[in-house]
């Protein structure tokens, strides 16, 4: 094999064009035989092959610097720079992130998940370098579904000033995670067709020179084309056309599926079955399409990720223009939203917690200044959700339950999560976001409450004394054994409550604990600082109430096993019980 | 008078060409005269009084939509639907707001103050008229300086999707508060000496249909346009010159000066004299451009506003290329941060609190995630600055400070702050943000520290007992005078704590209060939730220690007194030392 002798970049280098042709046959081998083992961002890995070898290739990392967007795309630079083993060798495969990370390689710059980000590091990188006197390339590597994302488009404006290096290839593959969208991509498709030649140039319009690359995994023409840019005094645009899913058939043929696939059959392309789990995606999924059926106004929103809700094409095509994918531009969805709020509309906008992290903005001035009755459905808010460090779903709490007017539920099971964004669509005062459970899908038989227009209502479950546990949301089930081991344990029966809105506080509630209780215990499913129990603690700060914050550290974990997790921060029934006996013996013996 | 007749746009349409430009003389001397009394968003005003009547000549508004943005350009349309006494009878001056509001008029769509919004919004308004089976025009009035922020871009890049009635009209003066910064600029240069010819045009290549009005001052031309594009079935651009400050010839020459103006002698322009007041703007501007002169790696980065860091024309030129104003792309401002910390670089990038409300994501991903050493100056955070509800300076505590691995000092005068200042350029190892006092330049003479790498180190000022007083930055001066006050009134000698860290809480001395304290009081100057003073709270939860904290309610104020709103959140020395007093008396009883 030839990738037994490349070890670093410059390995690379002493290969001719045909070693070439047949190192990229060899990495596509080296990463179907992984992904099918471990699952991970298929697409566009296999498409950028041929461009990745070129551009190491050509030129010269670590001093060239190339940033990558999404840099999920990174597998084939990582597998160029030094990290092989962790593709070929299966004992070794845990021992690299599925982003680049500056941590495991000088040629990784930055630790980045969200997409969008490279042209603005990459014109960073390239300012420090003109202050300073410096001469190497800089290159941004942005996939074509990252472009439509406010931050790219920002950073596609600014680059022209700088009036030096800085090289963008454009890896278009003709899609985002699903179908792209905006007007940016019938221009990329008019670039397409007329091989660059095209008046009307987007990219030329904001001032860069524009090199096209017809075949984008054809390394020929991406070496020439390189060739050309290198060293380059002024920004640059390589607009290059790539297969997503190049050399898998099926996955050439599904590239929507295929952008992050779980572990396969190699030969046929089959997932590996995995145990039947029901999921929230297809709760909400349903609801909301038997809404759109309902009622013209209602209109469900995502920003790139249809499928993390259920939306499958079918079910796309089902929901007609009440379903809308904005592409990758989630400000631009929670403006929408307000606008469709305002004009008398139904919006309910769908995605990730780590993702509702680029539009506190849009949530604080367009919908909540505005008290517009927008739905934002937070998704994978919860220490069991992605575990990578750049998508971790635990700092949503201080995020958004701080903001003025709006009211963040956090429902405990099925039914209540169902009736929730009930009221939450049909209400017209509110600005809601309802944090989906992750923990598992809990189907309870007694009925809940339908409405959730008395704001901060706390619900007490099962009434005790001494002490009250308040468990938020996908942390309640917790709270349930931790009240049953405390009964076990101590000998005491607890307070169970459920809060149900994290945005406020139940004065009556709180202040009726005062009579026979001594202690509260609260738990949420996030980090601590700036997040719900803290608020129960500033409320019984000048009264004589002991409390104990249960949550997360504030820190920016990675790939953790939650078990592990959960014992570090005391979050395991048993350990919150010896906290509970500690404080509480100590208590009565004043 | 014509305007005398002008209740609503309604009496505007029965008005013939000649008497519209003589309205647009009337409004520029309303305009000018309530501005030189109280000051204003001049420049954009005054150049877009035209291009307001023809726009309401045309389409009936409230039923046809007009989104204004910034809606700080919308003081004639405000005149012109109903609103004309608030510009003309000093009395009434205060009456409306300086951007549009819903509550004053149904012909305001959104109560809006942060840019680059309506293009979002709009595309919503058009997307529920569309599914409900409504007919109106929706217009979006864009400014060019606006059109570079990520959620503009966005907007602009999805309108093609809707294939429906949807005009934007470009208000292109040549330039944003300041100079207008990227290439989409030059593409607007293009356009407008080829009068709308060029075919390289960013609009059509983003797939809208595009008009362009030479002179946006000309009623004709205005009307003629505007008739053109109304009750289009498919996204369409209007672009219009304009020029900025249009009428008043010392703005005409000085736009930079007039966008927003304070009040002026109408005959020469001059600024009434205001009493001097040392701001830190300036002290800023000096510290910059002394670091710029020492250090090439030194770079000073604004978001469209350097003049509120003191950066006026003369010292942006002074600094030369280690100044960088990106215009209003905060979310490009802070991933360049990044990129520039990267490559060895010291970037420091001051924009107001409310605006930092824009890179959440970017500064938890680009900058922490990374541990990059970028310095973020907040300016504005404080109940003491701007005080229009979309320009509030309080909510970034929980915002800012909830963030792993970032550093939020709060200094209480001036040396102190330009020691943190100095020592946070000079580290590599935390990403720094500063919040910048806003309450008065205070001068000390005692020595300030110089080191700040040992974090979460707070510092006793004034050692005492019982009642310790933990007061953040703005309101350390409060602080003071609640351990005076307490002296007096309770007799107690209180200690005083200047925490320095809003980022975390220094166990060693909280613990240390537990031995001869009984109360800890919190100051700080933002709202409460997710905040400093709770973090306290819940330290102390499980001791035996009444805590108390001070700030603001979580509400989106307007336009409030300062003195009012603090007595209001029982913030004053007197209303605190009351509700001291109380609880520590009842503690005695005990």
Redesign the interface.
């Known amino acids: 094999m030839l990738l037994e002798k490349i070890n670093s970049p410059r390995d690379l280098k002493k290969l001719d064009q045909n070693e070439l042709i047949l190192l990229a046959r060899e990495i596509r081998e080296v990463l179907l035989r992984k992904l099918s083992e471990k699952g991970g961002h298929f697409g566009s890995n296999f498409g950028m092959v041929e461009a990745t070898i070129a551009l190491h290739y050509i030129f010269d990392s670590p001093n060239d610097?190339i940033v990558f967007d999404v840099s999920h795309q990174s597998y084939c630079h990582k597998i160029l720079t030094g990290r092989k083993e962790a593709f070929i060798q299966e004992e070794h495969y845990g021992e690299v992130t599925g982003y680049t990370c500056?941590d495991e390689s000088e040629h990784d710059?930055?630790?980045?998940?969200?997409t969008s980000?490279s042209i603005?590091?990459?014109?960073?990188?390239?300012?420090?370098?003109?202050?300073?006197g410096?001469v190497e390339n800089i290159i941004a590597v942005i996939g074509d579904g990252a472009l439509?994302?406010?931050?790219a488009?920002?950073?596609?404006?600014?680059?022209?000033?700088l009036h030096s290096n800085l090289i963008i290839v454009i890896n278009d593959n003709g899609m985002s995670i699903a179908d792209n969208?905006?007007?940016?991509y019938?221009?990329l498709k008019m670039l397409r067709d007329t091989k660059g030649m095209a008046?009307?140039?987007?990219f030329?319009?904001?001032?860069?020179d524009y090199l096209f690359v017809e075949d984008g995994n054809d390394l020929g023409q991406l070496v020439q084309a390189f060739e050309k840019v290198k060293n380059s005094n002024h920004p640059f645009v390589v607009h290059i056309v790539t297969c997503k899913g190049k050399g898998y058939p099926v996955a050439e043929k599904n590239p929507e599926d295929w952008h992050w696939y779980p572990p396969f059959d190699m030969e046929t392309g089959i997932k590996r079955a995995r145990p039947y789990e029901e999921r929230y995606d297809a709760t909400t999924c349903d609801f909301l399409l038997r809404k759109i059926k309902e009622d013209?106004?209602v209109?469900a929103l995502v920003a790139a990720v249809p499928l993390t809700i259920g939306f499958t094409r079918e079910k796309r095509i089902a929901a007609g223009?009440?379903f809308?994918d904005?592409?990758i531009?989630e400000?631009?969805a929670v403006?929408?939203?307000?606008?469709?709020?305002?004009?008398?509309?139904k919006?309910i906008f769908t995605t990730d917690a780590s993702f509702f992290?680029?539009v506190?903005?849009?949530i604080?001035?367009?919908i909540?200044?505005?008290r517009l009755p927008v739905t934002l459905l937070v998704r994978n808010a919860s220490i069991f959700g992605m575990n990578d460090?750049?998508h971790l779903g635990i700092?949503d709490i201080?995020?958004l339950?701080?903001?003025?007017?709006l009211v963040y539920l956090a429902p405990t099971n099925k039914q209540e999560y169902l009736a929730m964004l009930e009221w939450s669509v049909e209400q017209r005062e509110y600005p809601v976001a309802i944090r989906i459970p992750r923990y598992k899908v809990i189907t309870v038989k007694e009925p809940v409450d339908k409405e959730y227009g008395s704001l901060n209502k706390y619900k007490i479950v099962k009434q005790g004394e001494d002490i009250a546990v308040i468990a938020l949301g996908d942390f309640y089930q917790l709270g349930e054994e931790v009240v049953e081991e405390v009964r076990k344990v101590i000998g005491i029966q607890a307070t169970l409550i459920n809060p149900r809105y994290i945005t406020g506080v139940d004065h009556e509630i709180l202040n009726g604990l005062l009579v026979n209780h001594k202690?509260v215990i609260t738990l949420e499913d996030g980090?601590?600082?700036?997040?719900f129990?803290?608020?129960i603690?500033?409320f019984?700060?000048?009264?004589?109430m002991?409390?104990?914050?249960y949550g997360l550290k504030?820190?920016?974990v990675d790939r953790y096993r939650v078990d592990e997790l959960m014992c570090a921060n005391r979050l395991t029934s048993r350990q919150i019980v010896e906290d509970i006996k500690y404080?509480f013996g100590n208590m009565r013996d004043?």
């Open positions: 610097k500056p710059l930055f630790n980045i998940g969200h980000t603005s590091l990459a014109c960073g990188l390239a300012k420090a370098r003109d202050l300073t410096g439509s994302g406010g931050e488009l920002e950073g596609l404006d600014y680059a022209y000033e969208h905006g007007g940016l019938q221009n008046e009307c140039n987007l030329r319009a904001l001032g860069f013209r106004s209109v223009e009440q809308v904005v592409g531009a400000e631009h403006a929408m939203a307000a606008g469709i709020a305002r004009r008398g509309g919006p992290q680029r506190y903005d849009q604080s001035q367009e909540c200044i505005n460090m750049t700092f201080p995020l339950s701080n903001i003025p007017n202690m980090i601590l600082n700036g997040g129990g803290e608020k603690s500033a019984y700060g000048n009264k004589k002991r409390v104990i914050n504030k820190e920016f404080t004043v």
